[in-house]
């Protein structure tokens, strides 16, 4: 306990801008941080408090929110995870995206824009990435439904374009 | 005349023998150069997390075993791992060793289909393959006589176990790990010092630390590269703080080393089977929990040392009787991420063989 009142008091000092709550009886030390505050403490946390490994992003629909969560841990150390939570509204969610500080959350935040439709910001190529361009709508979503009437032309993804032209051998 | 040269594209799957399912790298190429790939998954993609929102706790356990079907076992216990945080369920202790046990032997299979098919990458058609199967055939013999299947054992409940091991299987099992070792031996004459091994996987497809790091790599390549990270250690679970092992660490981070580390833990494994059937209790192989599960609102995430990485389970729950939200965090998944940056300036034959030496499974890469 001791050492997540440190870590906490670090992050306070660091970044003092920063308004967050620490979630009360959760099995894991939980941050719930402001969207724009993400960058600053992600990256203060990877750098001076050593916890350099981004294991997990995944996201929840809640009824009144969406919910992206992080799980932080640390290669040198071992030991229990630090989590972020980052709360966004209904409509149009957004959040920076912590490519910049970590290679390996580009897949999974295409997975979470992929299955609950949330907008990375900064994402060098934000894209679908388990389904397939044009695939209508965030199966995970709580509001996602499959209609039933849909036709499997509908479902289907466009062929892709013939190989370019480039792509033929030239002939001298 | 100066030679004239310009770039290809070309689609390296979805059906391609050496993608190990059904995935697909979009490669471009100078000559057989490649300058760039790009990963393209989905293909295998079945809705696993979207399913299970509509099933109870205990019906999701058959999906997990559908993640990597290789290592059901390893799925299985990171699930029911989750399960139990939810619940502060304590599954008892010989329930716990059974689970070490199965664990360790999922490790040793996965690890020989790996190196098998690496070799089989290389162009040493089904024979090294085929060492590599036969011990891995005495284990899953070991998980049929337990769990009634070979490969999708569905073995492991909210608790502890579907039912105990039957009678003499303890035996058998002590049969076959007192063989591994000989036979572990056996492969590496074959293998380990083959020339045509090292000389196509020395110095290929090298991963850096820094960059292993940034991506999170985990499991047997993450220590290839030297990181020194195995959730065994770093947030010991069950009962593996008792057991004596270590974890084989290198620090070339090429091909070959991420051979080398499999092979030995292999060993490790070994060692630690001899322990826990050493020391395998009596008692219940089951904590008395509820038929129908409810877990109370909140959520939990849990993490192993599965033999491809840290698998990990979040699991949300409202209180009801089906999970709010469930998400697997497949170690193969973020694996893989890193593909181009082990490619790129290799040739396309590498491609094979570095793909090989990541070993994914589609079947947890896509869910």
Not at chain 1, 141 to 159: G, N
Not at chain 2, 11 to 39: C, W, Y
Not at chain 2, 133 to 161: H, Q, V
């Amino acid at each position: 306990m001791a050492e997540e009142q440190d870590l906490l008091a670090e992050v306070r000092a660091a970044v003092p801008e920063a308004e967050f709550e620490v979630v009360e009886g959760s099995r894991d030390l939980t941050l719930v941080v402001k969207p724009e505050h993400l960058l600053d403490i992600c990256s203060h946390l990877r750098d001076q408090a050593h916890m350099d490994y981004l294991s997990m992003i995944t996201s929840v629909d809640r009824p009144e929110y969406f919910e992206v969560v992080y799980y932080l841990y640390s290669y040198r150390h071992g030991g229990p995870p630090v989590v972020i939570k980052v709360r966004l509204p209904k409509d149009a969610p957004q959040v920076p995206s912590l490519t910049s500080l970590w290679r390996g959350a580009d897949w999974q935040e295409r997975e979470v824009y992929d299955m609950m439709g949330i907008t990375f910001t900064g994402h060098p190529d934000l894209k679908r990435i388990l389904t397939w361009e044009g695939f209508p709508g965030h199966p995970l979503r709580k509001d996602y439904t499959y209609a039933v009437e849909t036709t499997t032309e509908e479902l289907l993804p466009t062929l892709p374009e013939p190989l370019e032209a480039s792509n033929r051998l030239e002939k001298r | 005349m100066p030679l004239k040269t310009q770039t290809i594209t070309v689609n390296m799957g979805p059906q391609h023998p050496s993608t190990h399912g059904v995935f697909r790298a979009v490669i471009k190429m100078e000559g057989e150069r490649i300058v760039d790939l790009e990963p393209v998954i989905g293909y295998l993609h079945r809705g696993i997390e979207k399913l299970a929102e509509g099933r109870t706790y205990i019906q999701s356990i058959p999906l997990t075993d559908r993640l990597d079907y290789i290592t059901s076992m390893s799925n299985n216990w990171a699930y029911v791992r989750s399960i139990e945080r939810l619940m502060g369920i304590e599954p008892p202790e010989r329930a716990e060793y059974i689970r070490v046990i199965m664990a360790e032997l999922t490790r040793m299979q996965s690890h020989l289909i790996s190196v098998g098919f690496l070799l089989n990458d290389l162009g040493a058609f089904f024979t090294p393959m085929l060492y590599c199967l036969e011990g891995r055939e005495k284990i899953l013999d070991l998980f049929e006589a337990a769990s009634g299947s070979r490969m999708t054992c569905n073995y492991m409940r909210p608790g502890g176990l579907r039912q105990d091991l039957p009678d003499g299987w303890l035996d058998q099992c002590r049969k076959v790990v007192d063989w591994f070792p000989g036979y572990v031996d056996e492969l590496e004459q074959l293998m380990t010092e083959n020339e045509i091994l090292v000389m196509r996987c020395r110095g290929v497809g090298v991963l850096r630390p820094e960059v292993a790091r940034s991506y999170g790599v985990t499991g047997p390549m993450g220590r290839a590269s030297g990181l020194n990270y195995d959730v065994r250690r770093a947030e010991p679970y069950s009962v593996y703080s008792r057991f004596d092992f270590q974890v084989p660490v290198t620090s070339n981070g090429d091909t070959y080393d991420r051979y080398l580390v499999r092979i030995r833990e292999i060993r490790q494994s070994v060692r630690i089977l001899q322990q826990a059937l050493r020391d395998i209790p009596e008692g219940d192989y089951t904590a008395k929990v509820p038929k129908a599960l409810r877990p109370p609102a909140g959520e939990a995430y849990t993490r192993i040392e599965a033999p491809k990485g840290e698998l990990g389970f979040y699991l949300v729950s409202d209180g009801g009787p089906n999970p709010y939200r469930w998400h697997v965090r497949p170690p193969t998944f973020v694996n893989l991420s890193c593909l181009k940056d082990l490619t790129v300036g290799w040739k396309i034959a590498d491609v094979v063989v570095i793909l090989g030496s990541v070993d994914i499974i589609l079947g947890e890469v896509d869910r």
